[in-house]
C-alpha cells in the first residue's frame, strides 16, 4: 500500500481504532516526548482561541474625524478610543493609535501635557528633581535627548521632550486639556463618559477606553498610622517643592525609595538635623558605574538572561566597581538581592550617611509629642516629618468597581484585563529601569489590537500566562506590588517578539518530503505531524498504539524492542518510498534520583530515551544515506542543565546528545543530524513528577510546543542542517551558559532548589527527602 492509499485509509476509518482506550499519551508511554513535552494549556504566542479577545469591532479603524486644521481631535463616539492621562504613557497611548489609524481623544486634566514632569500643585514633582535613569535608556525609540543634555537631564528637560514629541508626532493636538474624566461607565456597546471640561460638565460615548492615568499622585500613607500623637508637622513627599522651607528645622525623611534619597540630600544643606527612618535595608545603586551611567551596563544580555544570572553578575561589579565610602555609619544592609527591590539610585546619600549629615534611625515605633521612637528602643525629637511613603495607584472614575485596587490587577501584558476587551491600561506597572520604553511598547500593543493588526490569545491562556507571571514576580519581588512588577529588558523584548510578524517557512516548507516521526502520539507528536502535513510532507508515525485521531498513517512499534524497530522502519521506508527525515521524539520522564540505584524507571527511560533512538537511527540510516536526508533528535535543556530527582532523564538525554554528535562524525558527509534542545512544555507527561511532589514548575520556564515544531522544521528546512538548536531564546542563553560556565550553571540551578527546599515546595516528596535532609530541613 503507498502513502497516499494509507492516508485515505486512516482518514477514512479513524473511528474504528480498535482500542481507544490506549490512545492517550499516557498509555502509549512512548508517545509522549520526554518530560518537557506541551500540553492544551500552552498558547502559542498569536493563536487566538475561539472567544479569544479580538480585534477591535469593525468601524472603529479608519482616519479620525478631522478637528479645526484638518489633523484635530475629532468628537468622541462609540468607534472611538478615549484614552485618559496626558502623562507619559498617554502621550504613547494617542501616538500609537493615531499612527495605527484608530480614532482617538486624549483628556489630560491639567492645562498642559507632560504628567508629573509638570511643577504644579497635583504632581510628584520637586525642583530638583533629576530623572535616575539616563537619556538613551529613557527616550522613546524614535525621539532621541538632544546630545547636549547630561545623562541625567532635570526635570524641565524632561518635560520639554514629553511635550515636544507630543508635538512632532501630532499628539497634542489630539488632547481635550483641562478636562478630566469624571466617571466612566461600561455601556453594552462601550463606555458612556462624564467630563468636565472648560465647557463644564459633559456626556460622551467611547467604544474603548485606555486608562493612563499615572499612578504617583495620591500618597500613600502608613495604614494603620503609628500610634501616639505628634506634635510637630509633617507632610509627603508629594507636596515637596524645595529644601529652603525646612531651614534649621529637625527633619525625619521616612522611607528608602527615591523620593527619601532626593529629598533627605536636599535638606543635608539646609535642616538642622536630617534623620532617615529605613525600616529595611535596600541596595542604593550609584547613578554611575565603571565610568557610565549605570543602566547602560545591562546591555542585550539584559533581554534574556534570567535575572538570578544577572543579579550574580550586578553583585560582583558592585562589589568590585562600586563607590567607595569613607568609613563611618553606613545604611541598613540589604537582606535580599540586587534586583529584587525597585531600584533606588543615589550617589549622595550613601556618602553623607558616612559623613554623619543624615542620621540614619530604623523604622518607627510611635510617636510622643515632638519625640518619634524607633523600633530599636532610640527616640529622637523631631520638628518635622516628611513621608516618603509611596504613593496608592487608584482609578476613581471607572464605576462598576473594576479596578478597586489597580495594583492587584491581573492583566495580560499588564495592559488587558482578562474580561473586558473594551478597557485597556498603559502605565500601570512598575518597571525596573525606565518607564518612557515600557508605556510605548505598552501603547503599541493597544494599537496593534485596536486596530486588528495583532490578536491576543483567548482568556484562558491569557489567564494562565498572567497567573505564571505573577507566580515568577513574587519569586522575584516578594509581596511588594507583585502584580505591576516588570522586567523593563525582559517585558520589552517579549512585546517587540509579539508584534513581530511571523516568520512562517513557506506553505510548500516539506513538500514531498517522507518523514519518519517516533512517539508521533504524544503532545510534541501530534503537533510535528499536524504542521509536517500541512507543510506538505508525508509522514508515518511510529508509535505504540495508533491514536483513533490520527492523521497520518502509523505503524505500531514499541522502539525499546529491536526487532519491532527494524520492522517498523522497514515499513515505514516502504510505504513513504524511502525516508528524508527520522525525528527522535519518543521519550519518558519520570522522577529517578541519582543517589539510588538504577531500578526500572531508570532503565526504562535508558531503553527509551537512548537506545530506542539509537537503534530507529541506525536502521534509518541506509535510507537517510540514500536520500542525503536528516535526522533530528528530540533532547531536552535537561541534557546540559541538569536537575536534581531526575538522573535518568538527564542521563539519557544528554547521552541522546552525545549519540548524535558521535554518529554526525560517522555520517555527517551524507547526513545532516541535529539535537533540539526543549524546555519543559506543559503535558501530561510531567503528571508522575507532580504526583512525586517534585514539580518543574517553579524552576524551568513552560515554553509553547509550537517553538519546538518550529525548531524542527527550521533543522528540516535549513541550507545546512544545523548541529544544535535551542528552541527559544532564553534556550540559547542557558545553553550557551551550561555549556561555557558549567560551574555557574550549576550554582544556579542549586540556589533555585535550595530556596525551593527552604520554602517547603518538597515536603510531600518522599524521594526528595534525603536531599532535603543534607539542606537542614
Ligand atoms: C518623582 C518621580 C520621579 C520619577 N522619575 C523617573 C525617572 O527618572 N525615569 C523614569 O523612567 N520614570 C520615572 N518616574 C516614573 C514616572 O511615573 C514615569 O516616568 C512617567 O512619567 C509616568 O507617566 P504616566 O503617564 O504613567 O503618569 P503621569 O505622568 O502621572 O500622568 C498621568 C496623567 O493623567 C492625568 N489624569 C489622571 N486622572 C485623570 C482624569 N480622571 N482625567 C483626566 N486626566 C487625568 C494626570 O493629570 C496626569 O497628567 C518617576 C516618578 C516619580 C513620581
Ligand atoms: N527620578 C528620580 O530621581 C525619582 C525621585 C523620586 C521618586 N522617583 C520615583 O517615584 C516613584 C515613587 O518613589 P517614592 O520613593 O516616593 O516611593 P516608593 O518607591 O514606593 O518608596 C516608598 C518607601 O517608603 C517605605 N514605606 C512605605 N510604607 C511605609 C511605612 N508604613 N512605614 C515606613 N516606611 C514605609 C517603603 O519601604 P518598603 O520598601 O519596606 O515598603 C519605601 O522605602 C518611584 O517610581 C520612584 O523611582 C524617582
Same mark, same amino acid.
Given at each position: 500500500?503507498?502513502?497516499?492509499?494509507?492516508?485515505? +485509509?486512516?482518514?477514512?476509518?479513524?473511528?474504528?481504532?480498535?482500542?481507544?482506550?490506549?490512545?492517550?499519551?499516557?498509555?502509549?508511554?512512548? %508517545?509522549?516526548?520526554?518530560?518537557?513535552?506541551?500540553?492544551?494549556?500552552?498558547?502559542?504566542?498569536?493563536?487566538?482561541?475561539?472567544?479569544?479577545?479580538?480585534?477591535?469591532?469593525? %468601524?472603529?479603524?479608519?482616519?479620525?474625524?478631522?478637528?479645526?486644521?484638518?489633523?484635530?481631535?475629532? *468628537? /468622541?463616539?462609540? *468607534?472611538?478610543?478615549?484614552?485618559?492621562?496626558?502623562?507619559?504613557?498617554?502621550?504613547?497611548?494617542?501616538?500609537?493609535?493615531?499612527?495605527?489609524?484608530? !480614532?482617538?481623544?486624549?483628556?489630560?486634566?491639567?492645562?498642559?501635557?507632560?504628567?508629573?514632569?509638570?511643577?504644579?500643585?497635583?504632581?510628584?514633582?520637586?525642583? #530638583?528633581?533629576?530623572?535616575?535613569?539616563?537619556?538613551?535608556?529613557?527616550?522613546?525609540?524614535?525621539? !532621541?535627548?538632544?546630545?547636549?543634555?547630561?545623562?541625567?537631564?532635570?526635570?524641565?528637560?524632561?518635560?520639554?521632550?514629553?511635550?515636544?514629541?507630543?508635538?512632532?508626532?501630532?499628539?497634542?493636538?489630539?488632547?481635550?486639556?483641562?478636562?478630566?474624566?469624571?466617571?466612566?461607565?461600561?455601556?453594552?456597546?462601550?463606555?458612556?463618559?462624564?467630563?468636565? +471640561?472648560?465647557?463644564?460638565?459633559?456626556?460622551?460615548?467611547?467604544?474603548?477606553?485606555?486608562?493612563?492615568?499615572?499612578?504617583?499622585?495620591?500618597?500613600?500613607?502608613?495604614?494603620?498610622?503609628?500610634?501616639?500623637?505628634?506634635?510637630?508637622?509633617?507632610?509627603?513627599?508629594?507636596?515637596?517643592?524645595?529644601?529652603?522651607? /525646612?531651614?534649621?528645622?529637625?527633619?525625619?525623611?521616612?522611607?528608602? %525609595?527615591?523620593?527619601?534619597?532626593?529629598?533627605?540630600?536636599?535638606?543635608?544643606?539646609?535642616?538642622?538635623?536630617?534623620?532617615?527612618?529605613?525600616?529595611?535595608?535596600?541596595?542604593?545603586?550609584?547613578?554611575?558605574?565603571?565610568?557610565?551611567?549605570?543602566?547602560?551596563?545591562?546591555?542585550?544580555?539584559?533581554?534574556?538572561? !534570567?535575572?538570578?544570572?544577572?543579579?550574580?553578575?550586578?553583585?560582583?561589579?558592585?562589589?568590585?566597581?562600586?563607590?567607595?565610602?569613607?568609613?563611618?555609619?553606613?545604611?541598613?544592609?540589604?537582606?535580599?538581592?540586587?534586583?529584587?527591590?525597585?531600584?533606588?539610585?543615589?550617589?549622595?546619600?550613601?556618602?553623607?550617611?558616612?559623613?554623619?549629615?543624615?542620621?540614619?534611625?530604623?523604622?518607627?515605633?510611635?510617636?510622643?509629642?515632638?519625640?518619634?521612637? /524607633?523600633?530599636?528602643?532610640?527616640?529622637?525629637?523631631?520638628?518635622?516629618?516628611?513621608?516618603?511613603?509611596?504613593?496608592?495607584?487608584?482609578?476613581?472614575?471607572?464605576?462598576?468597581?473594576?479596578?478597586?485596587?489597580?495594583?492587584?490587577?491581573?492583566?495580560?501584558?499588564?495592559?488587558?484585563?482578562?474580561?473586558?476587551?473594551?478597557?485597556?491600561?498603559?502605565?500601570?506597572?512598575?518597571?525596573?529601569?525606565?518607564?518612557?520604553?515600557?508605556?510605548?511598547?505598552?501603547?503599541?500593543?493597544?494599537?496593534?489590537?485596536?486596530?486588528?493588526?495583532?490578536?491576543?490569545? *483567548?482568556r484562558d491562556a491569557m489567564r494562565a500566562a498572567a497567573v505564571e507571571e505573577l507566580g515568577a514576580a513574587r519569586a522575584r519581588w516578594g509581596d511588594r506590588r507583585p502584580h505591576m512588577r516588570i522586567d523593563?529588558?525582559?517585558?520589552?523584548?517579549?512585546?517587540?517578539?509579539?508584534?513581530?510578524?511571523?516568520?512562517?517557512?513557506?506553505?510548500?516548507?516539506?513538500?514531498?518530503?517522507?518523514?519518519?516521526?517516533?512517539?508521533?502520539?504524544?503532545?510534541?507528536?501530534?503537533?510535528?505531524?499536524?504542521?509536517?502535513?500541512?507543510?506538505?510532507?508525508?509522514?508515518?508515525?511510529?508509535?505504540?498504539?495508533?491514536?483513533?485521531?490520527?492523521?497520518?498513517?502509523?505503524?505500531?512499534?514499541?522502539?525499546?524492542?529491536?526487532?519491532?524497530?527494524?520492522?517498523?522502519?522497514?515499513?515505514?521506508?516502504?510505504?513513504?518510498?524511502?525516508?528524508?527525515?527520522?525525528?527522535?521524539?519518543? #521519550?519518558?520522564?519520570?522522577?529517578?534520583?541519582?543517589?539510588?540505584?538504577?531500578?526500572?524507571?531508570?532503565?526504562?527511560?535508558?531503553?527509551?530515551?537512548?537506545?530506542?533512538?539509537?537503534?530507529?537511527?541506525?536502521?534509518?540510516?541506509?535510507?537517510?544515506?540514500?536520500?542525503?536526508?536528516?535526522?533530528? /533528535?528530540?533532547?531536552?535543556?535537561?541534557?546540559?542543565?541538569?536537575?536534581?530527582?531526575?538522573?535518568?532523564? *538527564?542521563?539519557?538525554?544528554?547521552?541522546?546528545?552525545?549519540?548524535?554528535?558521535?554518529?554526525?562524525?560517522?555520517?555527517?558527509?551524507?547526513? %545532516?543530524?541535529?539535537?533540539?534542545?526543549?524546555?519543559?512544555?506543559?503535558? !501530561?507527561?510531567?503528571?508522575?513528577?507532580?504526583?512525586?511532589?517534585?514539580?518543574?514548575?517553579?524552576?524551568?520556564?513552560?515554553?509553547?510546543?509550537?517553538?519546538?515544531?518550529?525548531?524542527?522544521?527550521?533543522?528540516?528546512?535549513?541550507?545546512?542542517?544545523?548541529?544544535?538548536?535551542?528552541?527559544?531564546?532564553?534556550?540559547?542563553?542557558?545553553?550557551?551558559?551550561?555549556?561555557?560556565?558549567?560551574?555557574?550553571?550549576?550554582?544556579?540551578?542549586?540556589?533555585?532548589?535550595?530556596?525551593?527546599?527552604?520554602?517547603?515546595?518538597?515536603?510531600?516528596?518522599?524521594?526528595?527527602?534525603?536531599?532535603?535532609?543534607?539542606?537542614?530541613?
Amino acid at each position: 500500500m503507498d502513502y497516499e492509499r494509507l492516508c485515505d +485509509g486512516v482518514m477514512g476509518t479513524s473511528a474504528s481504532n480498535p482500542d481507544p482506550e490506549k490512545t492517550g499519551p499516557e498509555t502509549t508511554g512512548q %508517545g509522549t516526548a520526554g518530560p518537557e513535552t506541551a500540553g492544551p494549556e500552552t498558547a502559542g504566542p498569536a493563536t487566538a482561541e475561539p472567544g479569544a479577545a479580538g480585534p477591535a469591532p469593525a %468601524g472603529p479603524v479608519g482616519p479620525a474625524p478631522a478637528g479645526p486644521g484638518g489633523f484635530g481631535p475629532g *468628537g /468622541f463616539g462609540p *468607534g472611538v478610543t478615549v484614552v485618559v492621562g496626558g502623562g507619559a504613557a498617554g502621550i504613547a497611548a494617542v501616538k500609537a493609535l493615531v499612527e495605527a489609524g484608530v !480614532p482617538v481623544v486624549g483628556v489630560e486634566r491639567a492645562p498642559a501635557l507632560g504628567g508629573l514632569w509638570r511643577l504644579d500643585d497635583d504632581t510628584a514633582a520637586y525642583e #530638583g528633581l533629576r530623572l535616575n535613569t539616563s537619556k538613551p535608556r529613557t527616550r522613546f525609540s524614535d525621539h !532621541p535627548m538632544p546630545p547636549e543634555w547630561p545623562d541625567y537631564p532635570d526635570r524641565a528637560r524632561m518635560l520639554e521632550y514629553l511635550q515636544g514629541y507630543a508635538d512632532r508626532f501630532g499628539v497634542t493636538e489630539r488632547f481635550r486639556l483641562g478636562t478630566t474624566l469624571v466617571s466612566a461607565r461600561r455601556t453594552g456597546a462601550g463606555w458612556e463618559l462624564e467630563l468636565d +471640561g472648560p465647557g463644564g460638565r459633559s456626556r460622551e460615548t467611547a467604544g474603548h477606553l485606555v486608562v493612563a492615568n499615572g499612578h504617583n499622585h495620591i500618597p500613600r500613607h502608613p495604614d494603620p498610622p503609628y500610634p501616639g500623637s505628634f506634635t510637630g508637622t509633617q507632610s509627603h513627599a508629594h507636596t515637596y517643592r524645595t529644601p529652603g522651607e /525646612f531651614a534649621g528645622r529637625r527633619v525625619l525623611v521616612v522611607g528608602t %525609595g527615591n523620593s527619601a534619597m532626593d529629598i533627605a540630600t536636599e535638606l543635608a544643606d539646609h535642616a538642622d538635623t536630617v534623620l532617615l527612618s529605613a525600616r529595611r535595608g535596600v541596595w542604593v545603586l550609584p547613578k554611575r558605574l565603571l565610568g557610565r551611567p549605570s543602566d547602560q551596563l545591562n546591555g542585550a544580555l539584559a533581554a534574556v538572561l !534570567p535575572w538570578r544570572v544577572r543579579q550574580a553578575v550586578s553583585q560582583a561589579v558592585l562589589r568590585l566597581a562600586g563607590p567607595r565610602l569613607p568609613a563611618g555609619p553606613r545604611l541598613p544592609a540589604p537582606r535580599r538581592g540586587v534586583l529584587q527591590d525597585h531600584p533606588t539610585l543615589s550617589d549622595t546619600v550613601p556618602a553623607l550617611v558616612a559623613q554623619g549629615r543624615i542620621l540614619v534611625r530604623p523604622g518607627i515605633s510611635r510617636f510622643e509629642e515632638g519625640r518619634v521612637h /524607633f523600633t530599636d528602643g532610640t527616640a529622637d525629637e523631631v520638628d518635622h516629618v516628611v513621608w516618603c511613603t509611596g504613593y496608592r495607584a487608584a482609578v476613581p472614575f471607572l464605576e462598576g468597581g473594576e479596578a478597586d485596587d489597580p495594583s492587584r490587577l491581573l492583566l495580560h501584558r499588564h495592559v488587558f484585563p482578562l474580561d473586558d476587551d473594551a478597557l485597556s491600561y498603559v502605565g500601570l506597572m512598575q518597571s525596573t529601569g525606565s518607564a518612557l520604553p515600557v508605556v510605548e511598547a505598552q501603547a503599541r500593543l493597544v494599537a496593534a489590537v485596536r486596530s486588528g493588526a495583532h490578536r491576543l490569545p *483567548g482568556r484562558d491562556a491569557m489567564r494562565a500566562a498572567a497567573v505564571e507571571e505573577l507566580g515568577a514576580a513574587r519569586a522575584r519581588w516578594g509581596d511588594r506590588r507583585p502584580h505591576m512588577r516588570i522586567d523593563v529588558d525582559q517585558y520589552l523584548r517579549t512585546v517587540r517578539r509579539e508584534l513581530r510578524p511571523p516568520r512562517t517557512p513557506g506553505p510548500h516548507a516539506l513538500s514531498g518530503r517522507r518523514i519518519v516521526l517516533t512517539g508521533a502520539a504524544g503532545t510534541f507528536g501530534r503537533a510535528m505531524s499536524a504542521r509536517f502535513t500541512e507543510l506538505g510532507a508525508h509522514v508515518v508515525g511510529l508509535d505504540l498504539v495508533r491514536p483513533d485521531d490520527a492523521g497520518i498513517p502509523f505503524v505500531p512499534c514499541d522502539l525499546t524492542s529491536p526487532e519491532a524497530v527494524d520492522a517498523a522502519v522497514a515499513e515505514a521506508a516502504a510505504l513513504l518510498g524511502g525516508i528524508d527525515l527520522l525525528v527522535n521524539n519518543a #521519550g519518558r520522564g519520570g522522577p529517578a534520583p541519582a543517589e539510588l540505584p538504577p531500578g526500572e524507571e531508570v532503565r526504562a527511560q535508558l531503553e527509551l530515551n537512548l537506545l530506542g533512538a539509537w537503534h530507529t537511527t541506525a536502521a534509518a540510516v541506509p535510507h537517510l544515506e540514500r536520500s542525503r536526508g536528516r535526522v533530528v /533528535f528530540i533532547a531536552s535543556r535537561m541534557a546540559l542543565l541538569p536537575l536534581p530527582l531526575a538522573a535518568a532523564y *538527564g542521563v539519557s538525554k544528554r547521552a541522546l546528545a552525545a549519540y548524535a554528535d558521535a554518529l554526525r562524525l560517522e555520517v555527517g558527509t551524507h547526513i %545532516g543530524v541535529t539535537t533540539v534542545y526543549p524546555s519543559m512544555v506543559r503535558s !501530561p507527561i510531567h503528571d508522575s513528577t507532580r504526583r512525586a511532589g517534585l514539580s518543574l514548575d517553579a524552576v524551568s520556564r513552560p515554553e509553547p510546543v509550537e517553538g519546538v515544531v518550529a525548531a524542527v522544521v527550521a533543522a528540516a528546512t535549513a541550507r545546512r542542517a544545523p548541529r544544535d538548536l535551542a528552541t527559544t531564546a532564553r534556550g540559547r542563553v542557558e545553553t550557551a551558559l551550561a555549556r561555557h560556565a558549567p560551574g555557574l550553571a550549576d550554582r544556579l540551578v542549586r540556589r533555585t532548589v535550595a530556596a525551593r527546599i527552604a520554602a517547603g515546595d518538597f515536603a510531600d516528596a518522599p524521594m526528595a527527602a534525603p536531599m532535603v535532609r543534607r539542606h537542614g530541613g
